[in-house]
């Protein structure tokens, strides 16, 4: 069974992950707006694993007795100056992220609930790969100075990313 403490903290990372898959979702949008074939295709993709982030938590809560909340999620900014901007953003996102979960870990451990710390590990293990996607994807990008032939170039092979 959950303490309330832990309960709550997981709820509150139940609601990041939900606006995660929503900025993703947006973020989609706007790529597929703009002609970016290739990068909407991957943040498409990116949306529906945070669902699965987001769900496995969800389920964890009420799996362990507690009660998951489905909470009202902040709407993520609509428009963005470039694909660029994406991926920035995509970066900070995630590092925010790495930060929530550890602190989401040392909560667990406060609690000496070590169950949910061993579930955790997974989320710990996966920002580490989030955060090298992000930034391996923007240092392409900044190798691209904005040349639109290598852009269109990076758009097509971005689609076939499937590792955040
Ligand atoms: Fe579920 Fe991208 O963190």
Redesign the pocket.
Known sequence: MLSKTVEQALNQQVE??AY??NL?LAMASWADKEGFAGASEFLYE?YA??NT??IKIFQYINDREGHAIVAAIEQPPADYKSIQEIFEKTLV??KL?SKK?NELVGVCMKENDFTTVNFLQW?VN??IE?ESTARSILDKLNLLEGDASKMYLFDRDIASLRI?
Do not use: K
């Open positions: 990041l992950e995660s898959a993703y990116q694993e945070e982030h987001m996102h995630e992220i979960i989320y996966e920002q989030e955040l």
